[in-house]
């Protein structure tokens, strides 16, 4: 399975005097089983390009496909795909409606058909995932909830839609360190099974280097850079910042090191990782 992004372009209120250009001729194929970091100053079309993703915006020119469905059809075969596509919001108010937390994250799973058993144990499922108590939160209205918890009960209903896709808008907004852990380790070890692939946007460097098998860069509506993580923050420092993003502050730290003469392991992805390669380097024990 692929999501296949094919010469696409998107203009904002096109025609009108307003109109603005927010993706430009974008390119790009999505295989099943990778963990896809976007990255890109405010306003360079990471947004715009994941909506197109699950078919929520349809390209001004172009086409995005799943499968070879044409996502803009308007077909049972172009929905079933776009199902297969879960997306989480930036901002997850913008998609919580019901009455009750059980009640939102149901919906999904019942527009699939699923009959009450399956909805039920999808429902719990994904609130496990999702570090949500079923038993204090199940009944309770997501809209008094803090941003923390309302962010999980977002992924949670996507989670419960079981897509093959699952595409997070910086999903650690509004959690504290524990509860951004938390859910980053949940969608680790999904993905390390096979449960889904991974597109996540964010601006936070050290999760993409950590996570991330490929790095999508955004700059001005266009895709400027697609390859390995480490070998885009360790070879085009220089493009990066022209991007208005840089590598991690890990990955800076250790060429500042290194161009010192300091022999440090500078494509380390975690602080434990560069402190255990490198006591091994000096002959020392490693971290605990």
Not at 111 to 140: H, P, Q, T, W
Not at 192 to 199: A, L, Q, T
């Amino acid at each position: 399975m692929s999501i296949r992004v094919e010469d696409i372009s998107y203009i904002y209120g096109k025609g009108s005097p307003f109109e603005k250009t927010a993706l430009s001729h974008v390119d790009l194929t999505i295989n099943k089983g990778e963990f896809i970091g976007v990255i890109g100053h405010t306003g360079s079309g990471k947004s715009t390009l994941i909506q197109h993703l699950n078919g929520l915006i349809h390209p001004t020119s172009g086409k995005v496909t799943i499968d070879g469905i044409d996502l803009a059809a308007k077909t049972k075969d172009a929905v079933s795909k776009r199902h297969s596509a879960g997306m989480v919001f930036q901002y997850p108010e913008h998609q919580l409606f019901e009455e009750t937390v059980a009640q939102d994250i149901a919906f999904g799973p019942k527009n699939l058909g699923c009959d009450e058993e399956e909805v039920d144990k999808r429902v719990k499922s994904a609130m496990r995932f999702a570090g949500i108590d079923y038993e204090k939160f199940a009944g309770r209205s997501p809209f008094r909830l803090s941003g923390g918890q309302q962010r999980r009960v977002a992924i949670a209903g996507v989670i419960a839609m079981h897509p093959d896709f699952l595409i997070l808008d910086e999903p650690s907004a509004g959690l504290d360190p524990i509860g951004r852990r938390e859910i980053f380790s949940r969608i680790w070890d999904w993905y390390n099974k096979g449960v889904f692939s991974v597109i996540l946007v964010s601006h936070n460097m050290d999760d993409i280097a950590r996570l991330a098998t490929r790095l999508l860069v955004m700059h001005k509506g266009k895709l400027v850079l697609d390859g390995d993580p480490m070998d885009i923050f360790l070879n085009h420092r220089e493009e990066l910042k022209e991007c208005g993003v840089d590598a991690p502050p890990l990955t800076q730290t250790l060429q500042a090191l290194k161009a010192r003469g300091i022999p440090v392991p500078e494509d380390a992805k975690t602080t434990k990782e560069a402190i255990d390669r490198m006591a091994k380097m000096l002959g020392g024990k490693k971290s605990c």
